[in-house]
Each structure stands twice: as structure tokens, then as C-alpha cells.
């Protein structure tokens, strides 16, 4: 079964960081862009960054640039996203996909509270 796991979420306080993880399994990630996506409450999901399969260049929101990094380990078939100096508005749910998906993994959430 093809399917993106999200995981890391937490709550944590504003300033702080996390890491989010996206595992693959049942295809590999290789030669997949893969996207990171959010929704808070109320909100459209809107997209984070993306990460490219050919070369590794990342891409992101202006909302999260300089603060967020996308990176992918392939031998362990995950993508990662580094979120650093939160603010309480990155307060969402995180997904990654990939471009064509036809479904949506639980994603995880990041609370950014004091």
C-alpha cells in the first residue's frame, strides 16, 4: 500500500522548534517532489515548501522563508521538515504529498502556545 506517514508534531512555544517527519512506504521517495502542507483551524490547507526528487532544492512560503527547511534523507525513504522560531500562527495541521496523490495522510498537528 502506497502511503505518506506524518509524525512530530507537538505542542511547543513560540521561539521554539520542531521537527516533522513524512515516512514513506510501499513506493520510494527518491524521484518524488514531495510537499508540505498545512491547515489551521478554519483555514484552507495551504502549502508550506516542496522539496524536488531531481535535485533536492527546496521551495517555500513567504509566510515561513528563513525559517523552515525541507530536507530528505532517501536511504531511510523520509522528508523532513525543520520549523524553526515558531509563531502561534504556524498552529496547524502538517501533511506532505506528493504531486497527483489522490488521498491525504492523518497529518499531524503543531500547537504553537505559551
Known amino acids: 500500500q502506497v502511503q505518506l506517514v506524518e509524525s512530530g508534531g507537538d505542542l511547543v512555544q513560540p521561539g521554539g522548534s520542531l521537527r516533522l517527519s513524512c515516512a514513506a512506504s510501499?513506493?520510494?521517495?527518491?524521484?518524488?517532489?514531495i510537499g508540505w502542507f498545512r491547515q489551521a483551524p478554519g483555514k484552507e490547507r495551504e502549502g508550506v515548501g516542496c522539496?524536488?526528487?531531481?535535485?533536492?532544492?527546496?521551495y517555500y512560503a513567504d509566510s515561513v522563508k528563513g525559517r523552515f527547511t525541507i530536507s530528505r534523507d532517501n536511504a531511510k525513504n523520509t522528508v523532513y521538515l525543520q520549523m524553526d522560531s515558531l509563531k502561534p500562527e504556524d498552529t496547524a495541521i502538517y501533511y506532505c504529498?506528493?504531486?497527483?496523490?489522490?488521498?491525504w495522510g492523518q497529518g499531524t498537528q503543531v500547537t504553537v502556545s505559551s
Open positions: 504529498n506528493y504531486a497527483g496523490a489522490s488521498s
Open positions: 510501499g513506493f520510494t521517495l527518491d524521484y518524488y517532489a
Open positions: 522539496i524536488s526528487g531531481s535535485d533536492g532544492s527546496a
